[in-house]
């Protein structure tokens, strides 16, 4: 079956915009995943949902980042204001229910100018 | 709270050699663990994973790891290596909480696999 897909796969933007970056996970999957990974270092977890709720948002660096998931499946991480500090690969993953292996899509290559 | 080390970003080793990368992790609950592997441009790649029971684990493509709880170590070894093992690999720990479980990642050893 298909497995998690990221979309876009490169995003080039300028300081201080929005972005938007999406994660559609393999299906019945009710727990999703964000990382965020920085050149040269692991995947830095950022947020957890299990169905629609985030059941943990302790890795979001700051106010700017924000992610949603109102459906249980596809989940949109939300950057505002971005800096140049907000230049990674950001990872989505997506487990059956949590508790299970996490499926990793292959990122989304974020670049701010 | 959870860590994982790993020790050394980059190994090297020669075409039919012993593969061995090293993880230490702390977690104040018996924790899960993981390695991943990682391809060029390509996304995370579950090798193998201990939860319970065994100590010994065996994965993908022929890679091993022991959970040595008294060490706090969880190295992946290989007996040995191919060229197409060249690749990144991360060490992970979970713990378990209500709902789930929260995985934090090693920094990543680059494996180098010479002919």
Known sequence: ?113 | AQSVTQLGSHVSVSEGALVLLRCNYSSSVPPYLFWYVQYPNQGLQLLLKYTTGATLVKGINGFEAEFKKSETSFHLTKPSAHMSDAAEYFCAVSEVYTGGFKTIFGAGTRLFVKA
């Open chain 1, 1 to 113: 079956g298909a497995g998690v897909s990221q979309t876009p796969s490169n995003k080039v933007t300028e300081k201080g915009k929005y972005v938007e970056l999406r994660c559609d996970p393999i299906s019945g999957h009710t727990a999703l995943y964000w990382y965020r990974q920085s050149l040269g270092q692991g995947p830095e977890f950022l947020i957890y949902f299990q169905g629609t709720g985030a059941a943990d948002d302790s890795g979001l660096p700051n106010d700017r980042f924000f992610a949603v998931r109102p459906e249980g499946s596809v989940s949109t991480l939300k950057i505002q204001r971005t800096e140049r500090g907000d230049s990674a690969v950001y990872l989505c993953a997506s487990s059956l229910n949590g508790y299970e292996t996490q499926y990793f899509g292959p990122g989304t290559r974020l670049l701010v100018l």
